[in-house]
C-alpha cells in the first residue's frame, strides 16, 4: 500500500490535524489520518460560504426557531452547529484514543481579546458543544490568564494568536499553574493535552511587511525561515522544561512550515489545499525538529529586524505588550474582520 507523504509524517511522530472545520476536507483529512481540527471566525464563515446549500437552510432554521435573537446570538448558534459536526467527525479518533485526541478547537468570540472574564465564561458554553471540544484563547495578557482559569476547571485549551517566544512559555507556564489546581481540587486530567500554536507564516509575514516598508536589505529567503527558527527553539525549550503543553504549528505559506517541523510531540495543523499540495510533492519528509536554523540565518534576522528578536528571545516581551506586537495587531484585525462578515451572513438572512 502507498503511503502518502502525510501520513508518512504522522508516522515519524508529528500528528496532522486539518486547519478548516468544512466538514468535506474534514472526513478527507480524518481518512488521510488527521486527528483534530481547528476552527476560528475566518474558517467557519469560508465553511459556510463554501457549503452555502448546507449551511444556509441550517441558518435559516435557526432564525425561524430564535425570532427574538440578536445577529450575534444567531451567529454563534450557527458556530455552534457548524462545530458539533465537525466533532462529530473526529469523534471515532476520540473514542479510539480515550480522548486524548479527536479534539476540534473552537475559539471564543474575538471582541473579548482584552476581557479575560468575558473569554473564561464564553469557553465554558463552547465547550459544551460536543464532549470533543478544546477552546482557543488569544495568547494576550488577559487570554494567559484565561488559559490558567481553563486549565484548572479541566477544559482543554489551544493558544492561539501567538508568535513569540514569550508568549509560548507565558501560556505554558500558566497550563502548569491551572492543572496544578485542577490536581489540588481532585480532578483527574490524565486526558488534559493542552496546545499552543505558532503561528509560523504569520511571523513570516509581520517580518516581511517590515522589510518591505523600511526598505531592510536582507536575503529574502531567510525569512521563510524566521517562524520555523522561532518554532523550533520554543520546542527545545518545551523539552528541557517538560511542559505538559504541545506545541501546535499553523499558517502555512511554504513548504518548509511542513518538512522542518517533523518529530515527536509536534502537531502540524494544514490547510486543506497546503496538505493536498505536500502529499503531491517530490520532498520526502524526515525527522527535522531537531535541525537547528543555519547560524548565519538567525545572525541576520536578528541583525537587521528588532521584532524578529522581539519573538525569539525569551524576554524581549512582557504580557502586557503580546497584544500590540505587529503579528499580533494584524491577525485579530483579521479575526474580528472574519467574524463581522459571518455576522454580516447572518444579519442578510435575518432581514430577508
Known sequence: MVVSNIQLTTRLGTDFWNDSCDHNELSDAVREGAVGATSNPVIVYAAVQGNQDCWLPVLDRLVRENPSASEDEITWLLIAAVARRAAAILHPVYEETEARKGYLSVQVNPKWFSNTQRMVEHARELVSIAPNIAIKIPAT??????????????????????????????????????????????????????????????????????????????????????????????????QQRSYRSTLLAAAYRYHMH???????????????????????????????????????????????????????????????????????????????????????????????
Open 258 to 352: 511542513w518538512t522542518e517541523l517533523v518529530g515527536d510531540r509536534v502537531i502540524q495543523t494544514i490547510p486543506y489545499k497546503w496538505w493536498k499540495q505536500f502529499n503531491a510533492s517530490y520532498k520526502t519528509p524526515h525527522p527535522s525538529i531537531g535541525r537547528p536554523v543555519a547560524a548565519e540565518v538567525l545572525e541576520a534576522l536578528q541583525d537587521h529586524l528588532p521584532d524578529f528578536r522581539r519573538a525569539y528571545d525569551e524576554c524581549a516581551m512582557q504580557p502586557a505588550e503580546f497584544a500590540h506586537y505587529g503579528a499580533s495587531i494584524h491577525t485579530l484585525d483579521q479575526f474580528l474582520a472574519g467574524y463581522s462578515k459571518l455576522v454580516e451572513l447572518v444579519r442578510g438572512r435575518m432581514l430577508i
Open 141 to 238: 495578557e488577559a487570554g494567559i490568564a484565561a488559559i490558567e482559569q481553563l486549565t484548572s476547571e479541566g477544559i482543554r485549551i489551544n493558544a492561539t494568536v501567538c508568535f513569540s517566544i514569550s508568549q509560548v512559555v507565558a501560556c505554558a507556564e500558566a497550563v502548569e499553574r491551572g492543572a496544578a489546581a485542577a490536581q489540588a481540587s481532585g480532578r483527574d486530567i490524565s486526558t488534559l493535552l493542552p496546545t499552543i500554536t505558532i503561528m509560523v507564516g504569520r511571523i513570516d509575514d509581520h517580518l516581511r511587511r517590515i522589510m518591505q516598508r523600511e526598505s531592510v536589505t536582507i536575503d529574502p529567503g531567510h525569512i521563510n525561515r524566521a517562524g520555523v527558527a522561532v518554532f523550533k527553539k520554543a520546542y527545545s525549550i518545551f
